[in-house]
């Protein structure tokens, strides 16, 4: 079976550049989640989707960040104007129900903003 | 404000021998608590989860305790392996409401032949 699919695996780009991330989730997976991972801060959730509806953007650092999810199969996260301080590894994971459930990771997307 | 600690130092072990590796937290409730293995280069993957009611879990050579009232979970990979060798991460899960997992730092694993 797919797992979650994330793209692109790497991207680089210069400070001001519009960044967007693509994420693919298991089918039949009701909750997507978005989380970013640093050194400094680990594994941090920056917004989760239920049925395809945000449910809590608290972690999305700035307006800079954005995340959508249109349908059941397909979320972004934007990120306009980039800048070097989001260089990170930004995760995607989809799960079965939300509380007490194993989440999916995908195998993440390494930003570098020069 | 919540904290999640894990050791930050790399836990070297030798191969047979079984690794304990250590969650610590504070100002935090949590109803759930899972376990994750990250490799370089790529997501984390679920190993385990266990409820505040349990005590104890196990599956295979891996066994989790959870104690609410030290706020502290050990997990325990016996007859630890080379390929063992990786970062574990605890995750807390609050369970009803907004939030989503908090998940700590990880500690980096090697074990040696």
Known sequence: ?114 | SQKIEQNSEALNIQEGKTATLTCNYTNYSPAYLQWYRQDPGRGPVFLLLIRENEKEKRKERLKVTFDTTLKQSLFHITASQPADSATYLCALDSGGGADGLTFGKGTHLIIQP
């Not at chain 1, 049925?51 to 972690?59: A, C, E, K, L, M």
Request: aromatic share 10%.
């Open chain 1, 1 to 114: 079976d797919a797992g979650v699919i994330q793209s692109p695996r790497h991207e680089v780009t210069e400070m001001g550049q519009e960044v967007t991330l693509r994420c693919k989730p298991i089918s039949g997976h009701d909750y997507l989640f978005w989380y970013r991972q640093t050194m400094m801060r680990g594994l941090e959730l920056l917004i989760y989707f239920n049925n395809n509806v945000p449910i809590d953007d608290s972690g999305m650092p700035e307006d800079r960040f954005s995340a959508k999810m249109p349908n059941a199969s397909f979320s972004t996260l934007k990120i306009q104007p980039s800048e070097p301080r989001d260089s990170a590894v930004y995760f995607c994971a989809s799960s079965i129900g939300r509380e007490g459930q194993p989440q999916h990771f995908g195998d993440g997307t390494r930003l570098s903003i020069l």
